[in-house]
């Protein structure tokens, strides 16, 4: 796999997205009952570049997706800490391309969209969408096409991506797909001891 993450903060009353650009990698945790395969060390990934960051494409995506969330309901004050990730996952003759984590999980954001750049030379990568018994599968579907999107609001749902494999006789292929998600930033009062 091939990832890139960087950030963003949305002020919805004014339409207005603000990158978080940094030059180094980013270290990027999730909480142990979100990502059990990865506990100890927070994985790295290389920033977005910021001609990326700054590409009228995917701000105008990043407002579309606030826009058909149920976040957009939020206070119009209350700031977003928007996340974006670009992952490629890539498979050979020897090994398919795996997610992480390979199974059904949540990803700890109120609200994601992965949203599909390209696909080529695999078959798979089905995306899982269960309701939260994890029992009643409510979606299993690989994005065919450029821009086929999946909404998740992960209180309500468990999902995952099932692996890409070579497609005939080629010896390399990729799934990519641009992963936004939606948090608010709000301030939590002090305890007093």
Known sequence: RYRQHSKYVLLPCYNLL?????????????????????????RKFQPVPKNILSNELILSLILHDFKNSPLRNY?????MEVGIHFIRMEATNDQPG???????????????WIHL???????????VITDNTKNNILCNEAMADPLDSIGIVDELVWHQVKPVYIDGSRKFGFRDVIL??????????????
Do not use: W
Not at 22 to 29: L, Q
Not at 30 to 37: G, H, I, K, L, Y
Not at 99 to 111: F, Q, Y
């Open 98 to 112: 795996l997610s992480v984590p390979n199974r059904l999980h949540k990803d700890g954001e109120p609200c994601t």
């Open 117 to 127: 750049i390209q696909r080529d030379g695999v078959y798979g990568g089905e995306s």
């Open 75 to 79: 206070s119009s004050t209350v700031p």
């Open 180 to 193: 936004i998600d939606f948090t608010p930033m709000e301030s939590v009062p002090n305890n007093p001891v």
């Open 18 to 42: 603000i990158p978080q650009s940094s030059e180094r990698a980013h270290c990027y945790k999730q909480d142990v009952r979100f990502n059990d395969e990865v506990i100890s060390t927070p």
